[in-house]
């Protein structure tokens, strides 16, 4: 079964400075990943997602991804932090589109001016 | 409307009693999907529709927990004799896939947050 690690329930970033959030996964056969940002009182938003092809991924607001199948990971980067940006981001993966995504517990995202 | 809404936003039921959730997907989606969100957690699958046909029932955690799609458009989750560890927030996404491509980008709705008592 597939499942997902997030890193850091809370990372906390100045405005301007680099964002990185790390997902790592389990699948068993080659995983489709996503990002999801969820703001306040408002449903799941997708970023990003991988599914076959390219490895870097680039999503909404400046975000990007990298799929590195070495490290089962699917970070997620922006290189210089918003305001805006603060949210909460989940990582989710299915295993090949097949099954139901599964999510992590999500990072919150604070962004200090 | 142009997005998933969900009714209501906010329930509060003593424990014991039924409650029931609806979901507006988007028109022409033809996927539906609920999840149950605790708090700090990621939104886990609760069950999978594609158009009116319950395709995936295996994260709905107990019989109590029943949730249909009757002409393919608005479903509901009904939730009988709710316990304590039901409270959660209740998301509901719809996908415009017609396979059942389960990773096709799903829109998600704001959510009901249920407290039970």
């Known amino acids: 079964a597939q499942s997902v690690t997030q890193l850091g329930s809370h990372v906390s970033v100045s405005e301007g400075a680099l964002v990185l959030l790390r997902c790592n996964y389990s699948?068993?056969?080659?995983?489709?990943l996503f990002w999801y940002v969820q703001y306040p009182n408002q449903g799941l938003q997708l970023l990003l997602k991988?599914?076959?092809?390219?490895?870097l991924v680039k999503g909404i607001n400046g975000f990007e991804a990298e799929f590195k199948k070495s490290e089962t990971s699917f970070h997620l980067t922006k290189p210089s932090a918003h305001m805006s940006d603060a949210a909460e981001y989940f990582c989710?993966?299915?295993?090949?589109?097949?099954?139901?995504?599964?999510f992590g517990k999500g990072t919150r995202l604070s962004v200090i001016a | 409307g142009a997005g998933v809404s969900q009714s209501p936003r906010y329930k509060v039921a003593k424990r014991g009693q039924d409650v029931a959730l609806r979901c507006d997907p988007i028109?022409?989606?033809?996927?539906l999907f609920w999840y149950q969100q605790a708090l700090g957690q990621g939104p886990e699958f609760l069950t999978y529709?594609?158009?009116?046909?319950?395709?995936?029932k295996s994260g709905l955690p107990s019989d109590r927990f029943f949730a249909e799609r009757p002409e393919g458009s608005v479903s509901t989750l009904k939730i009988q004799r709710t316990q304590q560890e039901d409270s959660a927030v209740y998301l509901c996404?719809?996908?415009?896939?017609?396979?059942?491509?389960?990773?096709?980008?799903?829109?998600f709705g704001p959510g009901t947050r249920l407290t039970v008592l």
């Open positions: 989710a993966v299915s295993d090949s589109g097949n099954t139901p995504l599964v």
């Open positions: 529709f594609q158009n009116e046909a319950q395709l995936d």
């Open positions: 991988y599914t076959t092809g390219a490895t």
């Open positions: 996404a719809s996908s415009f896939t017609r396979l059942a491509a389960l990773s096709d980008t799903q829109y």
């Open positions: 699948s068993s056969v080659p995983p489709y």
């Open positions: 028109s022409g989606h033809v996927s």
